[in-house]
């Protein structure tokens, strides 16, 4: 039997927010499960609970962030001061591990840590990086400098619905922008990610190549490395999850209740706020609907607002038990249920990619960077699901909602999302392309 010894050492270093740990740890899970020893390298910051993970070795390095800088408003301020601060500190840690590990395969870094850019070149060990977004999402992400140059990213809202000539199936009101108080950090984050991007040994992607073969050709041509479309990431392993915040596991028995397919489940990310016109107007469009619901509500994410005490007064007894309202929910297990029929989301790609895998048709509510890219393809090129693109109010919510549960059109966007789902099954098996992408990946960590 191996020991950690004459297994072959990867380190991870992942990124600290909920959206990117998950398939980060879920990538190492996989690659545990194929005989490599996993040395995970986290922040102090929304550091992972290492008790889920007793087969991985963890080592925390200090991240210098203030008080204040950890309760962050703009999340492109926090990933620049977390790639500065985390310099010096990953630097000493990696060089205690390789002196402990001199024949490690390699380091996996977040696409986030840009500063990582020279890693191979200052340790001399090969660094990939697991990107975090789709094919469609990363060949708009690569484009943008030649969309500045143009002066798209500045062009006034009345050139909102313009296509973009470098991107056939996007509007100009689609491309991943950054919310940020500062434009200019966007673009500071936008190189420093592609220099860091061009300067690796390789790009691991959860996707499906089969879903986005045009893409990947694109991708292809714009970073001459190797890339590995390996996804879906959760339907290799099980139980792979890090989350930051409690799972209320009591909306799984609550969905047990409910008729098959009925369910709307309605969740905005980890990161995304609202204001509290919005939340009520969601709120209001989930109730009138008249369809069952499960609404995550994270706490902190209504602008002036705890949690949902800002609901009108009787708003809860009047579902008569019709809604269920949470914190944070087991969404991988939410989606896979019966009950639920649709899916509220804000286009973020792991929940987009959970969805297929489940056959569930969404309305989207994107917020910013890859999910504008993600509601495009999801409503007008996939057409397996429905874009709010306006200003919410509750008619447009009650209508999208009765839309995808009890209509013809919603049945009709049901059955082109079942060969999508089925794509996602048949890339795992043995032959099909995310196969053949792992076992290639593998192949090529070994030959380091």
């Not at 996707?207 to 879906?232: N, R, W, Y």
């Not at 609202?274 to 969601?282: A, K, P, V």
């Not at 549960?405 to 060969?419: D, F, H, N, T, V």
Request: charged share 20%; net charge negative.
């Amino acid at each position: 039997m191996e020991t950690r010894e004459t297994k072959p050492v990867i380190f991870l270093f992942t990124f600290p927010l909920q959206g990117h740990l998950n398939p980060n740890f879920q990538l190492v899970n996989i690659l545990f499960n194929r005989g490599f020893s996993i040395t995970v390298i986290h922040t102090e910051f929304n550091s992972p609970n290492t008790s889920d993970f007793p087969h991985f070795t963890f080592v925390s390095i200090p991240d210098g962030l203030s008080e204040s800088e950890a309760n962050y408003t703009d999340v492109i301020e926090l990933l620049h001061d977390l790639n500065s601060k985390c310099v010096a500190p990953f630097d000493d840690c990696l060089k205690k591990l390789l002196s402990e590990e001199p024949t490690a395969a390699c380091v996996i870094v977040d696409a986030l840590w840009y500063f990582t850019y020279d890693l191979t070149e200052k340790f001399g060990i090969p660094r990939l990086i697991n990107r975090t977004v789709n094919l469609s999402a990363f060949v708009a992400f690569s484009k943008f400098h030649v969309l500045r140059e143009k002066g798209y990213l500045s062009l006034q809202e009345s050139h909102a619905d313009s296509p973009v000539p470098e991107l056939p199936y996007l509007r100009m009101k689609d491309l991943p922008w950054f919310q940020t108080e500062d434009p200019k950090s966007g673009d500071k984050l936008q190189r420093g990610v592609m220099k860091s991007l061009k300067s690796s040994s390789g790009i691991i992607f959860n996707a499906i190549e089969d879903l986005e073969a045009e893409q990947l050709t694109e991708s292809l041509k714009a970073f001459p490395v190797p890339m590995f479309c390996i996804g879906p990431f959760h339907r290799r392993v099980a139980a792979s999850s890090s989350n930051l915040l409690t799972q209320d596991m009591t909306c799984l028995s609550w969905l047990d209740k409910q008729e098959p397919r009925s369910v709307i489940y309605a969740s905005l990310g980890s990161i995304a706020s609202i204001d509290e016109s919005e939340f009520l107007e969601i709120a209001w469009g989930l109730r009138n609907s008249n369809q069952p619901f499960l609404w995550v509500v994270r706490p902190g994410s209504i602008h002036g607002a705890e949690w949902i005490e800002i609901l009108p007064k009787g708003f809860i007894e009047s579902l008569e038990g019709r809604g269920k309202i949470v914190k944070w929910a087991p969404q991988i297990e939410v989606l896979a249920h019966r009950a639920t029929g649709g899916f509220l989301t804000h286009c973020g790609w792991n929940s987009t990619i959970e969805s297929i895998c489940e056959a569930i048709p969404m309305i989207c509510r994107p917020s910013f960077g890859d999910q504008r890219v993600n509601a495009r393809y999801i409503s007008d090129v996939w057409k397996i699901g429905l874009h709010l693109e306006n200003k919410i109010e509750r008619l447009e919510i009650e209508n999208a909602v009765r839309t995808l549960l009890a209509s013809s059109q919603g049945e009709e966007i049901r059955k082109r999302i079942m060969p999508m789902k089925e794509t996602a099954e048949n890339c795992l098996k043995l032959g099909g392309s995310s196969y053949r992408n792992l076992e290639s990946l593998i192949a090529y960590i070994l030959s380091f």
